[in-house]
């Protein structure tokens, strides 16, 4: 079975009918077969592309400005990524500065180890409220403590040395008084007795320390001092601890 292909013919009619027009009306006829299309083609096809193609084209300039951006980011890559490096080492150092709340008890166990080393007798070590300020909190602890005047100073000093910030404030130190106690830098933790081994006059400190047998005993001056002071320490406050600490100021404020 074969299809019958579909054809299009003019009727005679039609033909012999515009055929007898005038020409000014089959020149109308002719530009409206030439325009309509043609306007039709605008309307619903050419138009909206053109607008898109405008569109597109206002968009270039920014485009090519991200583009470049972003390329002159791109060459500062390994730049970005070594200063992301040191920013890391800079984090980890403050996190060692300011500890967490958890590391609070080290801290204060370290503290208290440097005076036991440096040969101290603690007499009183408390520490007190945290003051919290702004991001960070303050952690005073009160302390109270014998010993010679050299070891208050190496305790000092070892303090100072700590990874953590400590400050020493308030220091107060009593009039120095004569011991009977021997205070040795490397012996044990407390004073001991001079018990059989008294300080005999006009001997040197050498030969003292060799009737004790010990190394680093002080016997030539046996002065003691009671000092006390407040060593201050820090800690991070937590996002939530800082707002906590935003909001109470606020209303602390409007009560005023």
């Avoid at 005993?217 to 001092?225: A, K, L, M, P, T």
């Amino acid at each position: 079975m074969k299809l019958a292909k579909p054809t299009f013919k003019i009727p005679p009619q039609l033909f012999d009918a515009v055929y007898k027009l005038p020409s000014w009306q089959k020149l109308l006829i002719l530009l409206a077969a030439w325009s309509i299309p043609i306007a039709l083609f605008w309307f619903l096809f050419l138009s909206a592309r053109l607008g898109e193609i405008d569109s597109i084209s206002s968009k270039l300039p920014r485009l090519k400005q991200e583009i470049a951006v972003l390329e002159a980011k791109s060459k500062r890559l390994p730049e970005l990524e070594q200063e992301l490096t040191v920013m890391e080492g800079i984090l980890k150092k403050a996190v060692r500065l300011l500890p967490q709340k958890e590391d609070i008890p080290s801290v204060l166990t370290e503290i208290s180890s440097l005076g036991n080393e440096a040969r101290l007798e603690f007499v009183s070590f408390q520490p007190k409220k945290e003051q919290p300020v702004d991001f960070y909190a303050a952690i005073p602890v009160s302390m109270e403590f014998r010993g010679p005047f050299h070891n208050t100073l190496v305790f000092f000093d070892r303090i100072s040395r700590m990874a953590r910030i400590v400050h020493i404030k308030e220091v107060t130190m009593g009039k120095a008084q004569e011991s009977t106690e021997v205070w040795s830098q490397t012996g044990s933790n407390h004073p001991q007795k001079a018990g059989g081994t008294p300080k005999t006059a006009g001997a040197s400190p050498g030969a003292q320390e060799a009737k004790t047998g010990g190394v680093g005993v002080q016997r030539g001056s046996n002065w003691v001092i009671k000092t006390k002071c407040t060593a201050v320490t820090y800690r991070f406050l937590s996002p939530e601890e800082q707002r906590a600490l935003k909001s109470k100021n606020a209303n602390r404020n409007r009560r005023r």
